[in-house]
């Protein structure tokens, strides 16, 4: 796979020499990988008040040596739990795996390299609706490219989508044709990464979608398409129903598939009805299992996200642990998450989560849609008109079955069953993803 550096090419020198600061966080002008149209940046003077201000900020990420110093300090100092009883991770992600990362998190690790990667992206930040939204801009060098959204779930970060940048904006490099290549933003959800931490009520899936577009008018694209998983999936199906003008299709990693009639029986753990097919019968079962046995964490989240939020806020290694577990249950792995990511990979999204302080605030996300994200019901998915794509990726939580997807989007028109990959579809398998996204939006651009 061949690595962002052949973006880099297109980097123009960094613009200005204004600093903001934003919490503890120091933001600098970034610079930006091609020339920058009058949509990009829209104002080099002083910014006007937050509530007025429509401006796109460049801005570059420098965490202040003391929060990593702290960080380190906290590391050394985590006072570990007793071991498991089992032999299996039926109570959890064990002891020995959670401090080998946590070890390495507190001696070898390193921040700044992850910083300089984002740093080398073109990255951006904008005020809608009274909350900044960071987010990075990639433009391909090929002419009529076409303008993706991706959006990011929990644990997840814009670090999904990174090595996914290079395959979809300079496609040829990839295997692709011109004509296939799109230009990539990627924004971090209000209370998460970057993006500021909403102090109202209401920020749910509908605001966030609502926002995008916005940002996507505000970038000057007077048509575009959305892709998610995770909450990602969640927010272009809201997205899909407002149907804003410019808004050509959606592809989905995560789709909300489950019929109404099934919901309820596998929420209680019932056993399968009679009369479903394998596919149907297999993701039954795969989803009686996560909300019997694996939902827990949502549960939390969804119930009581400003109480998980302190621990999440105070202990690196109970963050870790959090994520990390969750990186061992949904990535094609077996279990092994250090098969598709590298420890570096894994705590480049850990840290992001420490350092900008969102456990708390990225957890209020679940509180906001308290929803059955895999229901078709439940996200009202027969009220899109737009077109809608569907990759299903072997490890997903749930396979979801052409038959479900028919019925529940009766806008499909593209559903393809991979070999590889899982939850996190872009990170484990960014030329996969190019790939289906290709496929996906050739016959609406």
Do not use: C
């Amino acid at each position: 796979m061949k690595k962002i550096e052949s973006i880099l090419a297109w980097r123009r020198l960094a613009r200005g020499a204004m600093v903001m600061a934003v919490g503890p966080m120091l933001l600098f002008p970034a610079g930006y990988l091609v020339p920058a149209s009058a949509a990009d940046v829209t104002s080099d003077g002083p910014a006007t008040p937050i509530e007025a201000d429509e401006t796109i900020r460049p801005f570059q990420i420098h965490v202040p040596q003391s929060q990593l110093d702290d960080l380190r300090k906290r590391i050394a100092e985590t006072r570990w739990p007793d071991k498991e009883t089992v032999s299996d991770v039926s109570q959890g992600i064990q002891l020995s795996r959670v401090q080998d990362l946590v070890r390495y998190w507190g001696t070898d690790y390193d921040w700044r390299k992850a910083e300089a990667e984002l740093n080398a992206l073109p990255e951006f930040i904008t005020t809608i609706d009274g909350v900044d939204i960071q987010f990075i801009h990639v433009r391909s060098r090929h002419p009529n490219a076409l303008p993706v959204i991706l959006t990011h779930g929990w644990p997840g970060s814009t670090f999904e989508f990174i090595k996914a940048i290079g395959p979809l904006t300079d496609p040829t490099a990839y295997g692709g044709k011109a004509e296939d290549a799109f230009d990539v933003v990627i924004p971090s959800i209000p209370g998460y990464g970057f993006s500021g931490k909403p102090t109202e009520l209401g920020w749910g899936p509908d605001r966030v979608a609502r926002a995008w577009d916005i940002l996507m008018k505000r970038l000057g694209y007077g048509h575009y398409v959305s892709q998610g998983g995770d909450h990602g999936s969640v927010i272009s199906d809201a997205l899909a129903r407002q149907a804003p003008k410019g808004l050509l299709g959606i592809h989905l990693n995560m789709p909300a598939t489950v019929p109404g009639n099934l919901t309820k029986a596998i929420n209680s753990g019932d056993p399968a009805p009679a009369g479903l097919s394998a596919p149907e019968r297999d993701a039954y079962e795969s989803l009686s299992t996560f909300f019997g046995r694996n939902a827990a964490y949502g549960a939390v989240m969804v119930t009581r996200p400003q109480t998980i939020g302190y621990s999440l806020s105070d202990s690196p290694s109970g963050l870790a642990a959090w994520i990390y577990e969750k990186f061992a249950q949904w990535t094609d792995s077996e279990g092994i998450p250090e098969r598709v990511f590298s420890m570096d990979e894994m705590l480049n999204d850990i840290t992001l989560y420490w350092l900008t302080n969102t456990g708390a605030s990225s957890s209020r996300f679940y509180w906001e849609n308290n929803n059955n994200n895999f229901s078709s019901d439940a996200q009202k998915t027969k009220e899109i008109k737009i077109p809608v794509a569907i990759s299903v990726f072997p490890k997903e939580i749930y396979q979801a079955p052409e038959s479900w997807s028919k019925e529940a989007y009766p806008t499909l028109h593209y559903y393809h069953r991979v070999d590889m990959g899982g939850h996190f579809a872009a990170w484990e398998q960014p030329q996969l993803f190019a790939e289906e996204l290709r496929e996906a939006f050739r016959s609406v651009r």
